[in-house]
């Protein structure tokens, strides 16, 4: 049984093709709107566009972005774990928790994933592997942070939440059975329930909770129709792409209104 939530818009400010003023600015106009959660990244270069375009580092962004905002929680969509020791990651996560928590909880989302991007190994200096190899890196690396994050001094102020991405079954759903409060994917509406069904046996099979998943999908490229298919099969946060420099807000406030149309129905 999946966490009956509110639903909540996500929005991930792409770090290519634009100023980073721009993207400070992005980041209050979002948070001022009622965004739910802010994302960007983990790149080294841009995915669309001029491959050698303008380009930011995710987790530089984020902890400024944690001192910049007040209400509105973020995180990439989705970290490497690849890039950066699991220790490290860990620590680096309880810091940048701390930066926003200003008296109370912190509002950072630990969004991980394997890894896919060759060219950011390449020109990096990152050993590439196969895909196996990256996911059973992630389902070690998580086991180090979780433990790492027991141990740090100070501790994180809450339990920081973790948000996997990926849909394959054998692995990465396995994975989010035992470590995820968010899963998100591009699973289709027709395919969401089966790919649920595999977490909740991933998870009755290794002793896993996922009574309180939250599920998460992606509203670029779908229909009207899609979208409320995948909330009537269980999804309660969506996301939006915003690629810079023209940001576009009336997709984000066509968005804001649709979710707070479904909680008020839903209240």
């Given amino acids: 049984m999946l966490l009956e ?12 093709h634009t100023s980073y003023e721009l993207i400070r600015e992005a980041v209050v ?20 566009g001029d491959p050698d375009g303008l380009h930011f580092e995710s987790w530089t962004e984020l902890a400024a972005w944690a001192e910049q905002t007040e209400r509105v929680q973020f995180g990439a969509l989705v970290n490497c774990n690849s890039y950066r020791n699991p220790d490290l990651q860990a620590d680096m996560a309880r810091t940048i928790d701390h930066i926003s928590a200003k008296g109370g909880e912190g509002r950072f989302i630990f969004g991980t994933g394997s890894g896919w991007f060759q060219r950011d190994y390449d ?9 196996g190899s990256r996911l059973n890196d992630l389902a070690d690396g998580l086991e180090r942070i979780r433990a790492r994050w027991g141990v740090l001094n100070p501790p994180p102020t809450r ?15 396995r994975i989010v059975a035992r470590h995820a409060d968010y899963w998100h994917s591009f699973t289709t509406s027709e395919g969401l329930a089966h790919k649920i069904s595999v977490i909740e046996e991933w998870a ?13 999908n992606e ?12 909330f009537a099969g269980g999804v309660r946060l969506f996301t939006l792409a915003l ?21 008020t129905a839903g209240a």
Wanted: aromatic share 10%; proline share 5%; no cysteine.
């Fill in 159 to 173: 339990e920081i939440p973790v948000l996997i991405g990926g849909a394959g079954e054998q692995k990465t759903l």
């Fill in 123 to 131: 020109e990096y200096g990152y050993e590439f592997g196969t895909a």
């Fill in 29 to 48: 106009r979002a948070e001022g709107m009622g965004v739910d959660i802010l994302f960007n990244w983990d790149h080294f270069f841009p995915l669309s």
């Fill in 204 to 216: 009755a099979r290794d002793g896993g909770d996922v009574s309180r998943l939250i599920v998460s």
């Fill in 5 to 16: 939530t509110p639903v909540m818009l996500g929005v991930q400010l792409q770090p290519q």
């Fill in 243 to 263: 690629r810079g420099p023209d940001f576009d807000w009336a997709l984000v406030e066509r968005w804001l209104r649709w979710r707070d149309e479904r909680n």
């Fill in 219 to 230: 509203l670029d490229r779908r229909s009207d129709d899609e979208v409320d298919a995948l």
